[in-house]
């Protein structure tokens, strides 16, 4: 977002120069991102499937990254530090007692052994919905989302609600595309 905001105040700055008049200018975070889906998202959208996916586990905190739910779902946390490690495992995996497991007492540890805690987490996960995970997330004060897929970031009502779409010709006919992330006021963007 802020790398947005940042190139369009330029954009409004050399528009004042050149006209004498301010811009007011809309920069939303999503926006931002939905730009930097862009290649996955065209690439479901026109080439029929989406791209797979790479991985988006952190080489050193664990747990953190996308796990999957007992109902398919995958859902994204991180714990950064003991105090989460600690309501974690009491709220979230209901095993209090584990945050004091030699294996896990420190994130250090954890790293060491990240196969056996994520198969810990996986075997508590497989018996809970993505939104009761979620919900034990929540009240444990840990960061985390829900993972979408290309085809629901493409789908999310936000998209609409915030007019980012424009129809553009091409040369095999007219594509949907993405608007960019700066929306100045009274400025439609050449797409």
Same mark, same amino acid.
């Given at each position: 977002?802020?790398?947005?905001?940042?190139?369009?105040?330029?954009?409004?700055?050399?528009?004042?120069?050149?006209?004498?008049?301010?811009?007011?200018?809309?920069?939303?975070?999503?926006?931002?991102?939905?730009?930097?889906?862009?290649?996955?998202?065209?690439?479901?959208? %026109?080439? +029929? !499937?989406?791209?797979? @996916?790479?991985?988006?586990?952190?080489?050193? $905190? =664990?747990?953190?990254? *996308?796990?999957? /739910?007992?109902?398919?779902?995958?859902? %994204?946390? +991180? !714990?950064?530090?003991? @105090?989460?490690?600690?309501?974690?495992?009491? $709220? =979230?995996?209901?095993? *209090?007692?584990? /945050?004091?497991?030699?294996?896990?007492?420190?994130?250090?540890?954890?790293?060491?052994?990240?196969?056996?805690?994520?198969?810990? $987490?996986?075997?508590?996960?497989?018996?809970?919905?993505?939104?009761?995970?979620?919900?034990?997330?929540?009240?444990?004060?840990?960061?985390?989302?829900?993972?979408?897929?290309?085809?629901?970031?493409?789908?999310?009502?936000?998209?609409?609600?915030?007019?980012?779409?424009?129809?553009?010709?091409?040369?095999?006919?007219?594509?949907?595309?993405?608007?960019?992330?700066?929306?100045?006021?009274?400025?439609?963007?050449?797409?």
């Amino acid at each position: 977002g802020g790398m947005y905001a940042y190139s369009g105040i330029l954009t409004a700055l050399l528009h004042r120069q050149r006209t004498g008049l301010g811009s007011a200018l809309d920069v939303s975070l999503f926006d931002a991102l939905g730009e930097w889906m862009g290649y996955p998202a065209y690439y479901a959208m %026109y080439g +029929g !499937v989406a791209p797979p @996916r790479t991985g988006a586990s952190h080489a050193t $905190i =664990v747990p953190y990254g *996308p796990f999957q /739910a007992g109902d398919g779902k995958t859902v %994204y946390f +991180g !714990v950064q530090n003991d @105090r989460e490690w600690r309501r974690f495992c009491a $709220i =979230v995996l209901e095993r *209090p007692a584990l /945050a004091d497991d030699v294996r896990f007492m420190s994130n250090a540890l954890r790293v060491t052994h990240r196969d056996e805690l994520h198969a810990i $987490i996986d075997e508590v996960f497989a018996a809970l919905s993505a939104d009761k995970i979620l919900e034990r997330l929540e009240a444990a004060d840990i960061a985390n989302g829900h993972m979408n897929t290309v085809q629901q970031f493409l789908d999310h009502p936000q998209l609409s609600a915030r007019n980012r779409w424009r129809d553009i010709e091409s040369p095999v006919g007219t594509l949907r595309a993405l608007v960019p992330p700066v929306t100045i006021a009274g400025v439609e963007p050449v797409m």
